[in-house]
């Protein structure tokens, strides 16, 4: 009887939270969804028409698509090959005797904790600046021409900020699984004689393989949406130099006032999403059992 | 003679560390110490040592009204936050004590909402609130931070009460405790923590919040996410302004950050690195 009751408590405890997810994702992507095939602009005053497959059709026949397809590849990868490698690096390093770990580690992962906007101004002005940036300091101190970082290297660039953004993501979570390595195991193979090459390839990298593919896949989550840092930085330009999905689609709804459009590129970008969340939800639902 | 060798080997670590250290935390210094600068002096080439002036800081305040996006920053992240701890509290309280056959399907499916890019449902999202005024409202960005942020809060609340030994609750029931008093007196008290924890994870996730706040704002209920985001254009040359909102807006929450490193680990990578 007891357990009856628990059951129908809990079930009445589960609703809202259930319900609220449900309307959070049906409505508004069932909207899109329907937007998707409509002709809708904010600024056409004779109203909505059906469109039928108009809008994909249009999205995916623009060069500017195809450009931020790109991008937004080129963001992604450039980012996750920056922090894991250069996470696993730190990791390591922070992982041995040091002096003032507590303090190096707070120091390391900062960044994660500005915000988007702060971050990508912070860049923008007082490190990357042409004339007055800290970049272009030490360029002038070495004698050479600085670098107009936006105007020559726009990906580059947000790849740059974006990477300092994360890297302390990789490199905690990679510390965290670095830290639980079986330190005997690794003193067994020093005294057998294992190089410190070979022990990293035969025991540390295989010991992180999980820890990397969840900062791998939780990252790429993030990297797709990425947006303010483009905002306040290169506004996607120059030309589509550095716009990526969301800014492209972004763009289409709220500068364009391209409803239909916006929407049919928004759900691309789910079925994008979707590739990398299958591959997540399996790393994630090993773990619950 | 070991000794010695592992003294040095440990130096040689350190500096390398502190090197990292610091070349990765220089943007930060940067921007706080210029924050204390006079405008001049903040363009005027690199400089380590600022003239200690706080102009900028009472610029920001007296020409931009800094203040309003503080409070609205510091409602929304907390309105947000209490909103989903109150569905999410008896959902994962439910899942971790109750746990059905579908319990595992229904916590994947959540976390698959959060799979979802904002991007793709800008467009409905815009025009809901065009069309029901909730349009540079906090009422109508706490809703959407907290649906935004509710799979983070319930799974991280599911791992944690999972780890409460459900023979302490087995026990309690026997010795005659009500439901009420299961959850005042047992469950209450060992939650709290994960409760805590929690909360700090994602007052820090709301605070950062940049796509919804800048999308969904103008001026009225514009947090400092979106606030700061407007100085890109014309203003964005006033650095060491700037550099005061900046280290405003983000001092905060990196000291909060830093008491939450293991809550990050957790409530980001949804339990699967521990």
């Known amino acids: ?289 | 003679m070991a000794r010695a060798v592992k003294t040095r080997t440990r130096i040689g670590y350190s500096i390398a560390a502190w090197t990292v250290a610091l070349i990765i935390f220089f943007p930060i210094l940067y921007t706080v110490i210029t924050s204390f600068k006079s405008e001049q002096e903040a363009i005027a080439g690199f400089d380590l040592i600022p003239s200690l002036t706080l102009e900028s800081y009472k610029a920001v305040q007296t020409q931009n009204d800094y203040f309003r996006p503080f409070v609205n920053s510091v409602i929304l992240a907390l309105g947000s936050t209490v909103l989903a701890l109150i569905v999410a509290i008896p959902a994962a309280w439910a899942m971790a004590f109750s746990p059905t056959k579908r319990t595992k399907d229904i916590l994947m499916w959540m976390l698959s909402t959060k799979m979802m890019p904002a991007v793709a449902v800008l467009v409905p999202i815009y025009l809901i609130f065009l069309r029901t005024g909730l349009m540079d409202t906090r009422t109508g960005l706490v809703i959407i931070l907290m649906l935004m942020n509710l799979p983070i809060v319930i799974w991280m609340l599911y791992t944690y009460f999972r780890e409460i030994p459900g023979e302490i609750l087995e026990a309690a029931r026997m010795d005659g405790a009500s439901l009420r008093d299961e959850i005042v007196h047992v469950l209450t008290p060992m939650a709290i923590p994960g409760i805590a924890s929690t909360m700090l994870l994602n007052v820090i996730l709301a605070w950062n919040e940049a796509f919804w706040t800048i999308q969904l704002t103008t001026t009225n209920a514009a947090p400092l996410s979106a606030f700061i985001a407007s100085f890109s254009s014309p203003q964005g040359l006033f650095w060491a302004k700037l550099s005061a909102a900046s280290t405003m807006a983000i001092a905060p929450i990196l000291i909060m950050g830093w008491f939450s490193q293991k809550q990050l680990v957790r409530g980001l990578t949804f339990g699967a690195v521990k």
């Open chain 1, 1 to 289: 009887m007891a357990t009856r009751q628990t059951q129908s408590l809990a079930r009445l405890m589960r609703a809202p939270a259930i319900i609220l997810l449900l309307i959070w994702m049906l409505v508004p992507l069932g909207m899109t969804l329907y937007y998707s095939f409509l002709n809708y602009n904010l600024l056409n005053p004779t109203g909505t028409s059906w469109a039928g497959w108009f809008n994909y059709r249009y999205f995916y026949t623009d060069p500017a698509f195809f450009e931020a397809v790109g991008n937004t590849l080129v963001l992604v990868l450039g980012v996750l090959t920056i922090t894991v490698v250069l996470g696993t690096a730190i990791a390591m390093l922070i992982d041995k005797p040091i002096f003032g770990q507590g303090i190096v580690r707070i120091l390391i992962i900062s960044p994660f904790f500005v915000m988007p906007p702060v971050a990508a101004l912070i860049w923008k002005n007082m490190i990357m600046h042409p004339s007055y940036g800290v970049f272009a300091d030490l360029a002038k101190f070495f004698g050479q021409a600085p670098i107009d970082w936006f105007a020559q290297y726009p990906l580059t660039s947000i790849i740059i900020i974006v990477a300092w953004q994360w890297l302390p993501f990789a490199t905690l979570i990679l510390l965290t699984a670095l830290q639980s390595l079986d330190g005997e195991q690794m003193e067994a193979a020093e005294m057998d004689g294992a190089g410190a090459v070979s022990r990293f390839i035969h025991l540390t990298l295989p010991h992180l393989a999980r820890a990397m593919t969840v900062v791998i896949l939780i990252q790429t989550i993030f990297l797709l949406g990425i947006y303010a840092e483009i905002l306040v930085t290169t506004n996607g330009g120059p030309g589509n130099a550095s716009t990526n999905l969301t800014y492209l689609i972004y763009r289409a709804a709220r500068l364009n006032f391209d409803i239909g459009g916006a929407a049919a590129g928004g759900i691309i970008a789910v079925i994008l999403a979707n590739f990398v969340a299958i591959f997540l939800m399996r790393a994630v639902g090993r773990n619950l059992d």
